[in-house]
Structure formats: structure tokens, C-alpha cells
């Protein structure tokens, strides 16, 4: 696709995006159009970064999957997508921050969704030729009706849900239970939130909040690096047995920042 230096321009003008949330624009930095929703990014980039330099999913990179790897990728450059977006409002950042979440969620489907979810077809390294297939067809299609994106990602991110429910209700694992509520609560009043912040903007302002999309951010970036770790375990632990895995904090040994621990053993 050749994009033309003027289309690019537009595409990067302050304010061409046509989506603009409840925080009033440039009330703090008269560079930063929404301040709280920008700087509320940060976890987005800390998670990962701490993951990588702590080398806590070493392990599991090294005996079940590249895939974690992958997705601190993906969360990061969401959470810089997202901050260039809320800080500028442009046309591009809207998209980047979207299309962001889609590869996102199409490659956690691919690496981590445990077997007994997967339909015949998104089995083995195949499941990532159909993400990848199926991430950029949709991301061609996210430029047809732009404002209708974050609707399409809330359908994309149903399964997720749907699954945790799953797990929780009909599989239970005492290891996972705590975690998949927490999870799962962060999830749905994120998704409270997300509708809080659209719905009822007037009010948030009559009571000189900056709006609720601020807390959407905290309580996803949370949400996602949670369900990496109780996806990686699931997965782990049920379809490559040769795993071991077990659930395990960073610093501390029962507080912390949980990851998933593997320990090699010989396939029986
Ligand atoms: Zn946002």
C-alpha cells in the first residue's frame, strides 16, 4: 500500500483522529492533549521491561514457547501506541494503539490458547499463519470505519473471557483460581470502566475527574499480563508435557510479579 506524504500528514495532525475521550484536551501540557489518559500508559511499558530484565520467563521461553516474548512485544508497543495516541489524538495514533490490541489478541489465541479450546484447525504452528492471516486482513479492514474499531476488539476479545469463565467454572485449578478471579474482575470493570468513561462523560466532569479511560489503562494493563501468565500455565501444563511448569513471584516468593516457571523433564 503506498501512502502519500500528504495522507500521512492528516494522518498525523493533532486531532485528526475522530475519537476523543471524556478527559478535556490540553488542561495540563499544552503538548499533551490528554494527560491522565497518556501518562496511565506507563504500566504498559514497565511490566514488560521489568520481565525481560528480571529473565523470570527464561525458563519458559527456553522448554514451552517463544510466545511470551512475543507478547511483552505486543504490550509494549501497545502502551506506546496508546500514549502517542492519547497524547496527540491523531488519525495514526487511533490506529497504531487499535491495530496494536489485534495483533495482541491474535497472537495470544495462537501461542496460548490450550488445546482443548482450539478448533481442529488452529492446531501446531499453523494457528499462527491463520493469526497472522487473520490479523492483517483485519487490519486492512480497521481502516474502513475506524470509529467502529474498539467495538470490533471487544468481540475480538470475547473468547479470552469466555475462556476464563471456563477455567474457572468447569476446570477450577487451585493454582490458577485466585488469579483467573482476579483477572477476570480487572477484565470486567475495565469494561465497566470503558463505558463509564463514554457514557456518563458530563458527570465525571461536573466532578472535575478527567473521565475513567485513565483507570481502563491500569486495569488493562493489568488484565493482559495476567492472563499471559494463566494462559502460558494452561497451556504449559496441559499440552507440553514435557513443561513442568509452575506458578512463581518475582521478587518476593509469594508476592510479587507472577510468572510462570518451567522445569525441564524427560517425555515418558
Ligand atoms: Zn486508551
Request: aromatic share 16%.
Amino acid at each position: 500500500m503506498i501512502i502519500r506524504t500528504e495522507s500521512l500528514r492528516r494522518w498525523v495532525a493533532a486531532g485528526s483522529s475522530p475519537v476523543d475521550w471524556c478527559e478535556e484536551n490540553y488542561t495540563v501540557s499544552s503538548y499533551i492533549a490528554e494527560f491522565t489518559n497518556t501518562i496511565s500508559n506507563t504500566p504498559f511499558f514497565t511490566i514488560p521491561v521489568l520481565c525481560i530484565i528480571s529473565g523470570v520467563w527464561r525458563s519458559y521461553a527456553r522448554y514451552a514457547s517463544l510466545g511470551a516474548y512475543v507478547q511483552f512485544f505486543l504490550i509494549f508497543m501497545v502502551g506506546v501506541s496508546s500514549a502517542y495516541f492519547h497524547a496527540s489524538l491523531s488519525f495514526l495514533g487511533q490506529m497504531m494503539d487499535e491495530l496494536g490490541i489485534l495483533w495482541l489478541l491474535c497472537f495470544s489465541y495462537s501461542f496460548f490458547v490450550p488445546n482443548r479450546y482450539r478448533p481442529k484447525i488452529f492446531m501446531g504452528s499453523q494457528s499462527h499463519v491463520i493469526a497472522l492471516f487473520v490479523a492483517s486482513v483485519l487490519t486492512i479492514a480497521g481502516f474502513a470505519a475506524p470509529q467502529l474499531n474498539a467495538y470490533a476488539l471487544f468481540i475480538i476479545g470475547t473468547p479470552v473471557l469466555v475462556m476464563k469463565v471456563c477455567e474457572l467454572t468447569l476446570y477450577r485449578d487451585p493454582v490458577t483460581a485466585k488469579m483467573t478471579q482476579v483477572a477476570l474482575g480487572c477484565s470486567l470493570l475495565g469494561i465497566c470502566v470503558w463505558v463509564a468513561d463514554k457514557v456518563m462523560c458530563s458527570f465525571w466532569i461536573s466532578l472535575k475527574i478527567p473521565g475513567l479511560h485513565n483507570i481502563w489503562h491500569i486495569l488493562m494493563s493489568v488484565s493482559f499480563y495476567l492472563d499471559l501468565c494463566l494462559f502460558a500455565y494452561w497451556r504449559s501444563s496441559s499440552d507440553i508435557p514435557t513443561c513442568k511448569p509452575t506458578m512463581r513471584y518475582w521478587p518476593g516468593t509469594t508476592v510479587g510479579i507472577p510468572y510462570v516457571h518451567c522445569r525441564r523433564s524427560e517425555p515418558k
